[in-house]
């Protein structure tokens, strides 16, 4: 097959896009995208400070890398989870690779916040599932991080395979409040949120992946272990097949749920969406009179003022 763009030998098939490049075609290809997604969306400006969420993943490291080059003005975030041997490798790739290109990287290690909040920690003692802890910690650390360092904007990976799955899943139980939430482009809706975007959201992981080992980005390949089983990697699957068997459909299924689907359920989901409140405790944004990680974390230092530690691992 030849490069679509300069009919020199293709290195890479995009058959959603029923298009070939050649490395160099693909590096400007992968690029524009990401420019397009931002501008059609008005995710943020080079004039902005932006705080890129990197987890060590292709993704994250695919969307800092391709932000400087596109000259934004960023910092990386990183979440030490404390879940084992995956955690130290992923935090390794994190901080070789901003001081390979000396950029400014924060790392906020949850073992050291608050009574101690490791993910496997707080999973044992509240008896949440790991990733059911992680999504809040996770927000909740994304949102304070952004707000200390006065950023504009958080941009995360999620890819077109993230989202397609998060989609599907929402569809399948017709979660309106969340169909309604997401969204390439989160304004704020309380004074101390900044505003979320997500540039890769309409780049399947294949063409991360592609553009990472192109970029030479060395990433962490293994999986989180907590990913093991979930139900998302199951609507990832179900989402490859009808991929394999129709190229393209799970951009037709993002793409035109923003276009189409969501205008659609927002307009009618409007009267519902109330702004959140703020939390009595820590002051940042709540649907409660407290916030879901100050309960959180009164219910951990509540059982470790008791002894408790949680079922043995
Ligand atoms: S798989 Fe679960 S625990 Fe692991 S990073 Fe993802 S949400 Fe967190
Ligand atoms: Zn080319
Ligand atoms: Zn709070």
């Not at 902005?48 to 490291?61: I, N, Q, T």
């Amino acid at each position: 097959m030849k490069c679509t763009r300069c009919r020199a030998k293709a290195e890479v098939h995009l058959r959603a896009h029923n298009a070939g490049f050649c490395r160099p075609c693909y590096l400007t290809y992968f690029r524009r995208q990401v420019e397009r997604a931002i501008a059609g969306d008005r995710m943020c400006i080079t004039a902005e400070r932006v705080l890129v969420a990197v987890s060590g993943g292709k993704d994250s490291l695919a969307l800092w890398d391709v932000l400087i080059d596109l000259g934004y003005q960023t910092t990386g975030l990183y979440l030490a989870q404390g879940i084992g041997g995956y955690s130290d490798r992923s935090r390794q790739k994190v901080e070789a690779f901003a001081s390979a290109r000396a950029l400014p990287l924060r790392v906020v290690d949850l073992a050291d916040e608050g009574p101690g909040l490791a993910i496997p920690d707080v999973a044992a003692l509240t008896r949440r599932s790991a990733c059911s802890a992680c999504g809040m910690l996770k927000r909740h650390f994304f949102d304070e991080a952004a707000l200390a360092g006065e950023f504009d904007v958080l941009a995360t990976g999620h890819n077109l395979d993230d989202e397609a799955a998060r989609l599907l899943g929402n569809v399948l139980r017709w979660q309106v409040d969340h169909l309604v939430r997401q969204r390439p482009v989160l304004p704020p809706t309380h004074p101390r949120f900044v505003r979320k975007v997500k540039p890769l959201h309409l780049l399947s992981e294949y063409e991360t992946a592609v553009y990472a080992f192109m970029r030479g980005i060395d990433y962490v390949v293994e999986e989180c272990p907590n990913s093991v089983g979930a139900t998302q990697l199951l609507y990832k699957d179900a989402l490859n097949r009808l991929e394999a068997a129709s190229p393209g459909t799970k951009l037709a299924f993002v793409r035109e749920f923003h276009r189409r689907g969501q205008p659609a359920i927002t307009a009618r989901a409007e009267d519902d969406q109330r702004p959140p409140q703020t939390c009595a405790r820590c002051g940042m944004p709540s649907w409660g009179d407290v916030c879901a990680f100050c309960k959180l974390v009164a219910e951990i230092e509540t059982k470790r003022a008791r002894g408790v530690t949680g079922p043995a691992a």
